[in-house]
């Protein structure tokens, strides 16, 4: 019974195909590829792109959410937030320049730029009162302004990817959007779509 929920699981993911009287196959081409699907940090993500992964700087605010983000809450524009501002490097390149907007009412103790663990799901865990449960994910293309391109050292105008995440809590409550900007060398995703 194990045995067969954990085929079932790898390939939902997409990592096997299974058909009667054919067999089971690994799809090697996914096991290679990053994928959103799963609830990884970014830093694990660099790592398994095959870089070294670091986090050059972190940096924490208070203050209130932007119109589009306190939507995002669900508090229709408003909303104490939470802002955690971290820059992560791939083999010493900046790759990913990552703002976390946390829900203030949701944090249970100070946050302290030193104490935040390299895991927006890792931090839910120690300083939010609940854990993030599943996280709904948008790739937009975009392009980058002159801060964007400042912090990871690219020309403004260059294209990048923005991913904005949404993480909910097991109510499926949103408590935390984060706005991420991806330079595409160090990351690329992919998305399995299965036929049936």
Known sequence: ??????LRSLEEEGLITRRRGIGTRVNLHVAKSISL???VGFFDLI???GYEAEIAWTAVSDGRALPDIGRRLGRDGEGSIVAIERLFLADGEAALHVVENVL???VTQPVDAAAVSNSIFSFAEAFCRAPIDHTVVEI????????IAKHLK????EPLLRLI???YDVTGDPFIVSVIHVVDEFLRFTVVRRRY
């Open 140 to 147: 937009i293309p975009t392009k980058a302004t002159d801060t």
């Open 37 to 39: 699907n799963r609830v």
């Open 154 to 157: 690219v020309d403004v105008g």
């Open 1 to 6: 019974m194990t045995i067969r929920e954990a």
């Open 47 to 49: 790592q398994e792109a």
């Open 104 to 106: 203030a009412e949701t």
């Open 165 to 167: 995440e949404t993480h």
